[in-house]
């Protein structure tokens, strides 16, 4: 095992001498041994100064991982937490970004209209976070939702009216997240012990809500679209037949 001074350990890790006697300061890092007045560290702590670095780029605060590592000190296994953690931050769309220029995403739209409108429009897709303004060029997060915006706009819907229901929609969506993930918080997740023993049971039951939300979302959506549309054009529809058999039969008398 290769040993290292506090400078040479310091270079290796990427980080700096203060930080290490930082974290020893905080219990993150064992002490080295001392060799006449001399501390000498280990790959063992090399290991743990990248796994702390490692850890604060994901986002983790010095305080969770000294709960990290003195559940790891404590036996239990990181990894296990780590891949709780990885979960829970992971998107839940496969869908990939696009990236549009101004004049195309426009096009894509054909509103009409002066400057001042379009940017009002824009201004409100982007408060949806529907579009997102990257130097000279947009980043679309769902190409899909852009797709479904503009076949809306193509087939008559003005593009307010279309902005409108995305953002009752995302309303109504965080209601429906909100409800399963309380679900899964009461039954699951709140007594449960995410730093040791149950960190992979959570991280399987988190995995497989998306897609139980999918196979519980679709086929609620389908009966109430298939319910709406006969409600709504039914009558409609019943309504034009009955007219038209109706000037059938008096065209038919008249003609007689």
Not at 32 to 49: E, F, K, M, S
Request: a negative charge; hydrophobic letters at 45%.
């Amino acid at each position: 095992m290769r040993e290292y001074r506090i400078d040479e350990l310091a270079q290796t890790a990427g980080t700096t001498v203060r930080n290490i006697r930082s974290y020893q300061d905080r219990g993150l890092l064992p002490s080295p041994r001392l060799q006449g007045r001399v501390g000498i560290y280990d790959d063992a702590h090399l290991a743990r100064l990248r796994l702390i670095g490692q850890m604060l780029e994901r986002g983790y605060t010095l305080a969770n991982i000294g709960d990290l590592v003195e559940a790891w000190e404590a036996g239990r296994d990181v990894g296990d937490v780590l891949g709780l953690e990885q979960v829970l931050t992971d998107p839940w769309s496969d869908e990939i970004p696009a990236w549009v220029a101004y004049d195309e995403l426009v096009g894509v739209f054909d509103t009409g209209g002066g400057s001042g409108r379009i940017d009002a429009l824009l201004g409100r897709a982007v408060e949806l976070g529907l579009v997102e303004p990257e130097g000279d060029r947009y980043r679309i997060p769902s190409p899909r939702l852009l797709h479904v915006g503009a076949e809306l706009v193509a087939n008559g819907v003005p593009l307010e009216a279309v902005l409108d229901i995305a953002d009752e929609i995302r309303r109504d969506c965080e209601v429906i997240a909100g409800r399963f993930v309380d679900l899964v918080n009461d039954h699951v997740i709140k007594d449960a012990d995410i730093l040791g023993k149950d960190a992979v049971r959570v991280a399987e039951v988190v995995r497989r809500m998306r897609p139980l939300v999918q196979m519980v979302m679709n086929p609620f959506v389908a009966r109430a679209m298939e319910k709406r549309v006969r409600a709504e054009l039914g009558d409609k529809l019943e309504f034009l037949l009955e007219g038209e058999e109706f000037g059938e039969r008096h065209g038919a008398v008249a003609h007689d």
